[in-house]
């Protein structure tokens, strides 16, 4: 397992992740797994944000199989005519309990270590086997996005006439969560780990942090 303290030089954005690589064959085809094994909320949630980014694209007027097809979530074997979830797929949009059928060791969590008193392990924890949410990669980095960066400091800042609402650990944070997911080895025995500390954040994955 590896573990990093912000050591990232790499901008990805995680709705843009159909473009990238899992550090598994993420373009592998699951030939039956279909649109019903996906969490329809989250494929709702990035079309949304998709289309905030790219209002105009020509994929936002497609239907669900093909914007899938198109950003890598859905495959085709043209020689066969089979189709199916891509990997990529299934980790993004899938739910957990479907993930652990094809990648058994598969789990995500988040720690909260601030604040906590000498009886107390966390203060806050996720994790992608305690049901309450889908478990899956994009709703992970979009829940654990917000705690990570609640009540750093932002000093006041024009970029140009606008105020500038982030910093460089901003930045930081978004850029090492974003590599922890992209980067893992999903068919590795552990997952991922992000924990917030009261003197810094630690993101460990069964891979690599670039």
Do not use: C
């Not at 797994?33 to 209002?55: C, I, M, Q, T, W």
């Not at 979830?85 to 993930?99: D, K, P, Q």
């Not at 930045?171 to 924990?195: C, F, K, P, Q, W």
């Amino acid at each position: 397992m590896r573990k990093g303290r912000l050591a990232v030089n790499k901008r990805e954005e995680i709705h843009h992740t159909g473009e990238a690589s899992f550090g598994v064959q993420d373009g592998m085809i699951l030939e039956h797994y279909g649109v019903n094994e996906l969490h329809f909320d989250s494929v709702k949630n990035y079309r949304n944000r998709f289309l905030a980014v790219k209002p105009n694209h020509p994929w936002n007027g497609l239907e669900t199989k093909e914007f899938l097809y198109k950003i890598g979530a859905w495959g085709k074997r043209r020689e066969t005519g089979k189709e199916g979830l891509t990997l990529a797929g299934l980790l993004m949009f899938s739910e957990e309990r479907i993930i652990t059928e094809v990648l058994p060791h598969y789990f995500l969590e988040y720690r909260d270590e601030t604040g906590t008193a000498y009886d107390e392990r966390w203060t806050d924890r996720i994790t992608s086997q305690d049901g309450t949410w889908s478990g899956n990669l994009f709703d992970f980095y979009f829940m654990v996005m917000p705690r990570l960066i609640a009540g750093l400091k932002v000093p006041f800042q024009l970029q140009g006439t606008l105020r500038q609402d982030e910093t460089a650990v901003h930045t930081a944070l978004r850029e090492a969560l974003v590599n922890a997911i992209v980067h893992a080895d999903y068919s590795g025995e552990r997952g991922i780990v992000v924990t917030k500390e009261s003197d810094g954040f630690v993101f460990s994955n069964p891979g690599t942090l670039r």
